[in-house]
């Protein structure tokens, strides 16, 4: 029997309720009938159910054989956190916020963006971050406060796929707080101690400390776990469970 046979029957004589999750998941069946695995190859499973065919990608190409057939199924289970609740995901987006030491942030000068970065300093609710003058973001920061977004973006390195780093992005205004520089300068000096720049910085009149209020966002764990957001309330899973198309 070769593997791809041997590990379809295997997945549907010992794995019908991971099979109920996937198609659950991925395809957005809330009470799926007559669930079986109808094929799989090295990208992924095709889980068919009475109400639709789900096409379920792996992270990365499986080895054509049972342990890679296995350890592809394993890794894209513990990537998805089926069975978490909101709550579990709203406390695993702030983990993640709070790992970071900076930001992204796309802003609007004239007619074109500007994609940048800035270290940055979250309290509560809000974040705030410094920049300089003589950086480019800073100008159309300033002139279109109200229109930027910002994003903590999974390094490459830790990411199990490329295709789906883990990321929080939101929607943002920002509010420049010149007159509060030197109370709020303590909050970067606490968190960023080892950086002896930080020190030369505090000094320097052309750095701004710029509080960062998010609006509505969105989290996204990985492929079919993308959550929209108000601030940093997990709000619902977005577009359903899986809004990707396949080609037929």
Known sequence: MDAKRKAIEHMNSEHIDTLIMLCK????VQNPTNVRLDSIDEDGMDIACDQLLVRVAFLKKAEQ????FKTAIID???SLDIKEGIAAVSK?????IDSFNSVL????NGDHCVCSYAPVVRDNNDFYILISEVSEHFKSIKENSDKISIMFLEDESKAKTVFARKRASFRSKAI??????ESLFSKFESKFKSESAIKMIK???DFHIIKIEINKGRFVKGFGAAYDTDGFEIIQRAHGANPHNNKR
């Open 105 to 108: 942030i796309s802003s609007l």
């Open 176 to 181: 420049f707080l010149d007159d509060k520089k």
């Open 92 to 96: 695993d987006m702030i983990d993640f």
């Open 25 to 28: 998941h991925f395809g957005a």
């Open 203 to 205: 000094n320097m009149s």
């Open 65 to 68: 054989n049972g342990e890679g």
């Open 76 to 78: 894209l289970m513990s």
